[in-house]
């Protein structure tokens, strides 16, 4: 078996609309180390598109499934209960930055975290309207295909799709929109579209995942805890990517004066393993009736231990500290290469959510050729790069927190090499 044989058989059993990135295949996996079938290694800066904050198979991660693995693997919650599961939410309480009492449940996948977030705040409101932002990424089920801000590929050829759902243009200083374009456009939405006192929730991510780690002004956030104070609405943080370290605190949220109501969490949450979770303020999460939230495999008991040793490995290992100073590193190179890279128009992110954006050099355009060309001479070179953007001319970069500095000082050098 090597990896051409295994990419034909691939394109002969599987769909076309799963799209995959690269033409080999994994083998095994170690911290920040990808090997393949055939024996050659990457750099995995893509860390299975943040989820592996703590790196591949953490061996406390590794310890806490098999342990797990013991004792059940499945009851299904809202049959047979366990006390993992409610620690876990003790857990996430505790640390999640919303105000007052809170409570947690567990899902499966992120999709399904914005799903019941909707679901909760319609509950808890009565109104059936969602207000969300270009360039934003929810999801591929319908709901969550509505609320996503970026056509292609995600929406082409799915519609129609749910209604009650508005778009407001996102704040983006390279794009010229600016907090007060993205306030007043909701506002607008309020005159044109709907009126405020049947809007359920305006659902934002305080930084923008596939939309190019575009981070949310402080007063962009203030601005929508106004207008849903103001109106009723809940306020929805997404934090499935941008959760459990990566902005150099335990959630994107931590860097804001002002609160969100509901916080999505899926990706880096269980090290791997398929978890998500919806955490808000009680009175609101206690909207849906008994029966109204859950799921066959929400909050599987082997991703709940593997959660409880996620949070444990970010304590002990202190890689919030970590994420801000492997932060610092990339951006340093990133600015460093501006200096040679004319392209390269703007670098951004919190903590290790850094982005590179490129643009034609000549027209300022966004130039998604150029991102495929850097992204594309890494790899040649052993560094696993994505690609994301309304335009797909951004570069993600998301190693995972656990990467040994001498692992990741080679991984800048790859990427001074490719902007060159």
Not at 32 to 54: C, H, K, M, R, W
Not at 99 to 115: H, L, P, Y
Not at 227 to 245: K, L, N, R, T
Request: glycine share 10%.
């Amino acid at each position: 078996m090597n990896n051409k044989n295994l990419q034909q058989r691939r394109l002969d059993a599987t769909p076309r609309g799963v799209g995959v990135m690269c033409d080999f295949y994994a083998q095994s996996a170690e911290n920040s180390t990808i090997t393949d079938i055939e024996g050659n290694q990457y750099i995995d800066f893509a860390a299975g598109i943040a989820v592996l904050n703590t790196g591949h198979r953490h061996p406390r991660l590794v310890q806490a499934v098999e342990a797990q693995l013991q004792a059940f693997t499945h009851t299904a919650y809202q049959i047979v209960p366990y006390e993992s599961y409610v620690s876990l939410a003790e857990k996430i309480n505790a640390v999640a930055p919303i105000d007052g009492k809170r409570k947690t449940t567990f899902f499966t996948t992120g999709a399904e975290a914005v799903e019941n977030a909707v679901k909760i705040a319609r509950a808890h409101t009565g109104r059936p309207g969602v207000i969300a932002f270009g360039g934003g990424f929810h999801g591929r089920t319908y709901m969550t295909m509505a609320l996503t801000g970026k056509v292609a590929p995600y929406k082409k050829g799915f519609g129609p799709f749910p209604g009650s759902v508005y778009h407001a243009p996102y704040p983006s200083e390279l794009q010229g929109v600016s907090t007060a374009d993205s306030l007043k456009a909701i506002e607008r939405l309020f005159k044109a579209d709907i009126d405020p006192t049947q809007v359920a929730a305006i659902i934002f991510e305080p930084v923008q995942g596939e939309g190019g780690f575009v981070v949310a002004p402080s007063e962009f956030v203030a601005g929508i805890r106004r207008i849903c104070d103001e109106h009723g609405i809940v306020m929805i943080a997404d934090e499935v990517q941008s959760g459990f370290a990566r902005t150099g605190k335990l959630f994107a949220m931590d860097h804001y004066a002002d609160k969100a109501d509901l916080m999505t969490m899926a990706k880096s949450l269980a090290g791997g393993m398929p978890l998500s979770g919806v955490v808000g303020k009680a009175e609101i999460m206690d909207a849906p009736a008994p029966g109204g939230l859950g799921g066959t495999y929400a909050g599987n008991p082997l991703s709940i231990a593997a959660a409880h040793a996620v949070l444990d490995i970010i304590r002990d290992e202190q890689l919030c500290q970590r994420a801000a100073a492997l932060g610092e590193q990339l951006r340093a190179t990133l600015t460093d290469a501006q200096g040679w890279c004319p392209e390269l128009a703007e670098v951004r992110g919190l903590g290790s959510m850094v982005a590179a954006e490129f643009c034609d050099a000549a027209t300022g355009e966004p130039s998604a050729a150029v991102a495929q060309r850097v992204q594309k001479k890494a790899l040649e070179q052993g560094l696993l790069l994505l690609t994301c953007g309304q335009y797909g001319n951004v570069i993600r970069f998301l190693y995972p927190l656990t990467i040994p500095q001498d692992q990741f000082v080679k991984a800048l050098d790859i990427i001074k090499a490719a902007t060159k």
